[in-house]
């Protein structure tokens, strides 16, 4: 019999219609829940199909039919999740979407779902864990630049599952402005920047987390990241 391909859940955002091109005014105060496709594409690419989680949805509930979850990029998480007071160049934080995704984390670890972060995802398994972020990083913030442009080299430890996807080195995109800063507990440091930048977490063979943007390089219909996640998902 062959293998059902595993459900994936992929979290966005919440926006109103008012906010984006093309919807009457009519359909302004409604409420839209989006995401980036190509977090979508890259999962189904490897072989899972991804499902999407509204904002408001119960993480319990959905944990009970997941076999894994992406935890994608997007806006800032909120300050006080770690301790801190918001820098004057924090993007708005989005409660809802704080409370959402560190809810998802929480279920997946007790119920053993693997769990893909990416850019601000890793940053939500960090503060999730008790760490903490940088809060203004610009010159990592390259949006003058095409997304998918690599912009530097990430070396990866030896012996890690990123390691073991990548090889010692990679060339990736940078699309974020923040990065980890005090590491979270039970996590591991398994890939680094040149400027010494943490850019991939790890917590045994459940969550992998890297600080670019591997869905938006045009590598991504084959990048082993997401085979990795829809690898560990089906057993």
Known sequence: ????????????????????AGFPEVFDDRDVDLYMAD????VMEAGGIP??????????????????????GGTDIDPIR???????????????RDDLELGLLSVALDADIPVLGICRGIQVVNVHQGGTLHQHV??????????????????????????????PSAEVN???????????RDLTVTAKSDDGAIEGL??????????????????????????????????
Do not use: N
């Not at 019999?1 to 984006?20: D, F, N, Q, V």
């Not at 977090?39 to 890259?42: E, F, L, P, Q, V």
């Not at 904002?55 to 009970?64: L, M, W």
């Open 82 to 96: 770690y301790g801190a007071e918001p820098h004057p160049e924090l993007l708005t934080p989005e409660q809802e």
């Open 39 to 42: 977090y979508a594409r890259g």
């Open 138 to 167: 610009p010159e990592h913030g390259r949006f003058d630049l095409p997304r998918d442009t690599a912009i530097h080299q990430v070396s990866f430890a030896e012996g890690s599952i990123l390691g073991e996807l990548y090889g």
């Open 202 to 235: 790890e917590m045994g063979d459940l969550v992998v987390a890297v600080q670019w943007h591997p869905e938006m390089m045009p590598t991504r219909p084959t990048d082993p990241i997401f085979g990795w996640l829809v690898e560990r998902a089906s057993r």
């Open 1 to 20: 019999m062959a293998t059902k391909p595993p459900l994936i859940g992929l979290p966005g955002r919440r926006k109103r219609a008012s906010e984006i």
């Open 174 to 184: 940078s699309l974020h402005h923040q990065t980890v800063d005090q590491l979270g």
């Open 51 to 72: 499902v999407h989680l509204p904002i408001d949805v119960d993480p319990a509930v959905v944990s009970e039919r997941l076999d894994g979850i992406v935890l994608p």
